[in-house]
């Protein structure tokens, strides 16, 4: 039996032999059995190391972070953090780092023990920090300042601290202003522009377009009706404004937040226009007339009635927007209110319109009232009376005058009356040659008939015979016959005296003074 050694326990013979116990070995077998030897060890000490990197990477801190997180300027940002580990976790904490500065500063944010349960922000991050899920940050409320690096730290009690990094974006929504003022005025037929700036956007806005009244404006360059109105050219350009482009104009961002819109007012002034005026009428005296006329404008138009110069008074009142209506009423028509009615508005843009109307009033009134009904049975009982008072007063005078006519002729009136009232038997030759010592009588034979116009004159017959008592040399003469005393016209008849009559006629000539003229031509 051997006894063991332990110099060369373990080892086959050959490797015995090799370090002295046995001789006979080469020396090319003592390399070779060193190199069996030296891999034997490298393997054993190849597994000994896999197995203890198995094991601390079991137990080491890994952390699960993005490397950007995109948030709004003002609201809520939440920086997702997740890790996992075989250690017992002592302390999560944030920071935030300066990075533009070479010692790359840090700023504590947040902090939190797990075994005391103290969780606490700092500074400008009190109130708006917090831990959330298993080691997320919240920031509310974010500010400018807020965006940059920050580093979460994880501190085991066996591997010390790990920490990752990860940047927080804070996007910022543009602001828009529009003018040149709100609202904005301009004028018919001037050319303006639009102006839309966009301020603080973050990053920067990808669209701009503007829209009027609800409905996109397509820019058709620099010779159409608008140009701009783009990303490049953000104002819009409007030629030769007319009253339809008046109205609401927006202008419209897209940004990666969200959109974001600002509007303005365009009020365009244009001269007024007369819409609409009443036909013309005809109408009876004392009609109810309503003539209106509408027109637009901006400013508010301002509208006049005037008839052959002379301005009237009407009711005016707006009906809507720049639009204004005036009445012009006439209550009772009378006939000189015929005529050309003229309607003029103007607002202080551009020329005055006007536009004309006519009215024309005929025949009598359709319908009497009470009230006219008494003024016509008033007027008509008046001029009745006065028309009874100027006859009465034309009586009185007729009958003054013909008794001053009496008067003055009272001989010839007595002779006739003589005449007409003689004693029977009485020889009227005899009469006459009794008053020869009278001047010398002239007569007058009538050559036509004549019809007295007046009371004063007398009815002639052609070939009645009458006595001239005055005016043979005028247009008028005063005759006698039948017993009357009145004018007769000098051309109607022809001179004759009373030796003529005496020597044409019979004896009976003193006919000449009987009561009617047919009894007096018997006698001639």
């Not at 780092?97 to 103290?118: C, E, H, M």
């Not at 807020?146 to 804070?170: H, V």
């Not at 044409?504 to 031509?521: A, E, N």
Request: charged share 25%.
């Amino acid at each position: 039996m051997r006894k063991w050694d332990a110099n060369t326990a373990g080892l086959p013979e050959p490797g015995r032999q090799a370090i002295g116990m046995g001789g006979g070995l080469t020396r090319c077998e003592d390399v070779h059995i060193v190199r069996r030897l030296f891999k034997m060890l490298l393997i054993q000490i190849l597994i000994g190391t896999i197995f203890l990197e198995d094991c601390e990477a079991e137990n080491a801190v890994s952390i699960n972070l993005p490397d950007a997180v995109k948030a709004t300027l003002g609201d809520t940002a939440t920086l997702p953090a997740k890790y996992s580990t075989g250690y017992r976790v002592i302390s999560i904490i944030w920071h935030k780092v300066d990075i533009d500065s070479t010692s790359q500063q840090r700023r504590s944010v947040f902090s939190y023990v797990p075994d005391l349960n103290i969780r606490r922000a700092y500074g400008v991050y009190k109130g708006r920090a917090q831990l959330v899920g298993q080691a997320s940050l919240r920031i509310d409320r974010t500010t400018a300042d807020d965006e940059g690096m920050y580093a979460l730290s994880i501190m085991t009690d066996e591997q010390g601290t790990d920490e990752k990094f990860i940047r927080l974006e804070l996007h910022v929504p543009p602001k828009l202003e529009v003018g040149p003022s709100n609202p904005y005025i301009t004028t018919w037929g001037k050319t303006v522009s639009l102006m839309c700036t966009v301020r603080d956007a973050k990053p920067n806005i990808t669209s701009l377009y503007w829209e009027k009244d609800g409905g996109r404006i397509e820019a058709n360059g620099y010779k159409g009706k608008y140009s701009g109105g783009n990303v490049k050219s953000p104002s819009l350009i409007i030629r030769r404004v007319t009253r339809a482009d008046a109205g609401l104009y927006t202008c419209f961002v897209h940004h990666p937040v969200r959109p974001a819109a600002e509007s303005m007012l365009v009020r365009v002034q244009y001269p007024a226009s007369i819409i609409s005026i009443s036909d013309s009428m005809k109408v009876s005296v004392s009609d109810h007339v309503t003539f209106q006329c509408v027109a637009d404008g901006n400013p508010t138009p301002n509208i006049t009635w005037s008839k052959n110069g002379r301005l009237l008074r009407a009711n005016s009142y707006v009906l809507s927007g720049d639009v204004r209506t005036s009445s012009l009423v006439l209550n009772t028509v009378e006939a000189n209110d015929s005529g050309t009615y003229s309607c003029a508005a103007t607002n202080g843009v551009g020329q005055r319109q006007i536009r004309t109307t006519k009215l024309s009033v005929t025949g009598i009134q359709k319908e009497i009232t009470a009230t006219a009904l008494a003024i016509v049975i008033g007027a008509t009982a008046g001029g009745l009376w006065f028309l009874i008072c100027l006859c009465l007063l034309g009586y009185a005078l007729r009958r003054r005058r013909r008794q001053e006519e009496r008067k003055k002729f009272a001989f010839y009136y007595d002779i006739g009356s003589r005449r007409d009232h003689g004693t029977p038997g009485t020889n009227e030759g005899q009469d006459l040659r009794g008053q020869s010592a009278l001047p010398e009588r002239r007569y007058a034979r009538a050559m036509y008939d004549y019809k007295p116009r007046d009371d004063n004159e007398l009815r002639l017959e052609a070939g009645d015979v009458l006595e001239v008592l005055e005016g043979e040399a005028g247009d008028w003469c005063l005759g006698f016959t039948a017993g009357r005393v009145g004018l007769f016209p000098s051309n109607y008849v022809v001179f004759i005296s009373a030796s003529e009559v005496i020597d044409i006629h019979s004896p009976d000539v003193c006919c000449l003074s009987d009561g009617h003229s047919d009894h007096t031509k018997d006698g001639v």
